[in-house]
């Protein structure tokens, strides 16, 4: 049992880390109003039958749910995003906090933390003699660079740099990640329906195992309608990292967004 409240623990004290962190952000929002004080709120919902990370090297290999909310203004954002297994187990949570350090028409860079992330694992554990799942946590803390610049009309291209840091004695301990990425954000297939492609060759080195990849994630779209279908594909140039050499998803999205602007008194 001294294994159960150990996760009731640790999981109350993640409870208190999101409650700092919305805090943290609303107070944030509140102090930097200025001229421009407009405040968005966007949030995307994923069905798939394979749940992919924010690295797309790791997946979750069976059904899952993903929700990624998303709040903050021009230069600030938070951008949670919660991933579970159709069952309802929790597999990883990630706190994303970016702050955009130059918006430009053409250019824009933003800095990021990750603030925790947490992954959770399934492990099965004798207790008073009984065989029982118990769910453990594994802590992360991450840096990010991320710059975008726009060379045509829907047409884009940066750089995705992530730094992490695991805190448990055993799994991961340094992540190091490299990508270059080109976004080409509306591509008309008629005057309703169009795709969206973010193709990225990355390099990842976990630990001592790195590896090159390719990655992209198309997404088909109507205009002006929630619904949407994506689908991530991803292929290993060479790797070293235990995992599948070829990966791929389909999800249906729902996407919602909404802008909020302070009236002039």
């Known amino acids: 049992m001294s294994h159960l409240k150990g996760f009731q623990k640790k999981a109350g004290l993640g409870v208190m880390v999101v409650i700092t962190n919305v805090v943290m952000l609303l107070g944030s929002q509140l102090a930097a109003q200025t001229k421009d004080s407009s405040l968005y709120f966007k949030a995307a ?55 955009k350090i130059i918006d430009r028409k053409k250019f824009s860079m933003q800095l990021g933390g990750h603030i925790p992330a947490i992954n959770f694992n399934t ?58 990425r080109i976004t080409f954000s509306q591509l008309n ?8 492609l973010n193709p990225q060759l990355y390099y990842l080195r976990i630990d001592d195992k790195d590896g090159v990849f390719l990655t992209n994630t198309l997404n088909l779209r109507v205009h002006n309608f929630p619904f949407s279908f994506a689908s991530i594909f991803n292929k290993a140039i060479r790797s070293t990292i235990v995992g599948k050499q070829f990966d791929w998803n389909l999800s249906l999205v729902y996407s919602f967004h909404q802008s909020y602007h302070k009236l002039a008194k």
């Open 45 to 99: 919902l994923s069905a798939t039958q394979n749940g992919f990370s924010i690295i797309p090297s790791f997946s979750l290999g069976k059904p899952a749910i993903i929700l990624e909310p998303s709040i903050g203004n021009k230069r600030m954002s938070f951008e949670p995003q919660f991933r579970f297994a159709m069952t309802g187990k929790p597999w990883s949570f990630i706190f994303i906090y970016r702050y």
């Open 189 to 196: 297939i008629s005057k309703q329906l169009y795709v969206q």
């Open 123 to 180: 492990q099965t554990a004798t207790i008073n003699g009984v065989p029982e799942e118990i769910m453990e946590s594994k802590r992360f803390l991450a840096a990010e660079l991320i710059t975008n610049h726009v060379i045509a009309d829907h047409v884009s291209m940066g750089l995705y740099l992530l730094r992490g840091h695991g805190y448990n004695n055993t799994g991961i301990k340094d992540s190091y990640y490299a990508g270059f």
